[in-house]
């Protein structure tokens, strides 16, 4: 099986940055697109930042121009830089990931990190 395994997270101050990190291990072949979406109480979860394999990134407008998504595919790792954080970046931040394993192809979320920007 697949296991997506999120850090990073915690309690920030307006203006300040955090990273998080989310790494998946198991039986994978390939993983194609790997993602951050987030959701805040009483939201939807959205997309907040998508990469693919080949580096085309995505963002939400809300997040442009503050955070940064990466990846290393030797790693099985996905980031997120989150710089210049408000207060209603304020959430639960999940990972995503569209994984080929020797059977199927399905994605697979990580159990999410809190992230909490004080004002």
């Known amino acids: 099986q697949v296991q997506l395994l999120e850090s990073g997270g915690g309690l920030v101050q307006a203006g300040g940055s955090l990273r998080l990190s989310c790494a998946a291990s198991g039986s994978i072949f390939r993983i194609n697109a790997m993602g951050w979406y987030r959701q805040a109480p009483g939201k939807q979860r959205e997309l907040v930042a998508a990469?693919?394999?080949?580096?085309?990134?995505n963002y939400a407008d809300s997040v442009k121009g503050r955070f940064t998504i990466g990846r290393d595919n030797a790693k099985n790792t996905v980031y997120l830089q989150m710089n210049s954080l408000k207060p209603e970046d304020t959430a639960v931040y999940y990972c995503n990931a569209d994984v080929e394993t020797r059977w199927a192809n399905r994605v697979y979320w990580g159990q999410g990190t809190q992230v909490t920007v004080s004002s």
């Open positions: 990469i693919t394999s080949g580096g085309n990134v």
